[in-house]
């Protein structure tokens, strides 16, 4: 059971443009973190958003947490080759152990 | 070393046989999970356990899949009587708390499993 739906599923743009990935679920996360991945490597931890309405940034990288705690988007600004990978964004439950991933969004910056 | 090991990095395996994947997480922490992982999708959540007990196993597909972690460390996931459709990247990864503390997941290159 995907509790987190992403889109876009697949995502290519050119270097330099702006781009945004959603996640979405029907239930309350008590917090949510976005992960990527690159060929061959496990995930890997970018950011984790625990407050209703939070903002983070890390450099070019918007992460927003919703008002509900249901749903969460990444912007890339001015994306750049080394941004390519699947990005997924994870949580847990308010009651649960499990702590489940998105469906992810694969993405290729082409230079 | 520092992160998580996990071996084989590939195993190639008879339909009908009985494979082990290993994890090794990270020295001290308390929770370790399997995922499951087809290409370009998210990882499936498999089993999840807080020292030495399988706090919730409820992500295991049925009874052919097993995972142990008997010290609170290494942990074993066990497949029995394979079939095709088990092939895909086992992935393990370790936290210093339990999920709701919000401690990051530390994940290793995970177990590429085919099943011919």
């Known amino acids: 059971t995907q509790l987190l739906e992403q889109s876009p599923q697949f995502l290519s743009i050119q270097e330099g443009e702006n781009l945004t990935v959603y996640c979405n679920s029907s239930?309350?996360?008590?917090?949510l973190q976005w992960y990527r991945q690159e060929p061959g490597e496990g995930p890997v931890l970018l950011v984790t958003v625990v407050t209703g309405g939070e903002v983070k940034k890390l450099k070019r990288l918007t992460f927003q947490f919703g008002d509900a705690r249901k749903d969460s988007s990444l912007h890339i600004t001015a994306a750049q080759p080394g941004d390519t990978g699947l990005y997924l964004c994870?949580?847990?439950?308010?009651?649960?152990?499990?702590?489940?991933f998105g469906t992810g969004t694969s993405l290729t910056v082409i230079p | 070393g520092a992160g998580v090991s996990q071996t084989p990095s590939n195993k190639v395996t008879e339909k009908g046989k009985y494979v082990e994947l290993r994890c090794d997480p990270i020295?001290?922490?308390?929770?370790l999970y399997w995922y499951r992982q087809s290409l370009g999708q998210g990882p499936e959540f498999l089993i999840y356990f807080q020292g030495t007990g399988a706090a919730d196993d409820s992500g295991l597909p049925n009874d052919r899949f097993f995972a142990v972690r008997p010290e609170g460390s290494v942990s074993t996931l066990k497949i029995q009587r394979t079939e095709r459709g088990d092939s895909a990247v086992y992935l393990c990864?370790?936290?210093?708390?339990?999920?709701?503390?919000?401690?990051?997941?530390?994940f290793g290159n995970g177990t590429r499993l085919t099943v011919t």
């Open positions: 020295s001290g922490h308390t929770a």
């Open positions: 239930s309350v996360f008590s917090s």
């Open positions: 994870a949580g847990t439950a308010n009651t649960g152990n499990q702590f489940y």
């Open positions: 990864a370790s936290s210093l708390l339990a999920p709701r503390n919000n401690s990051p997941l530390h």
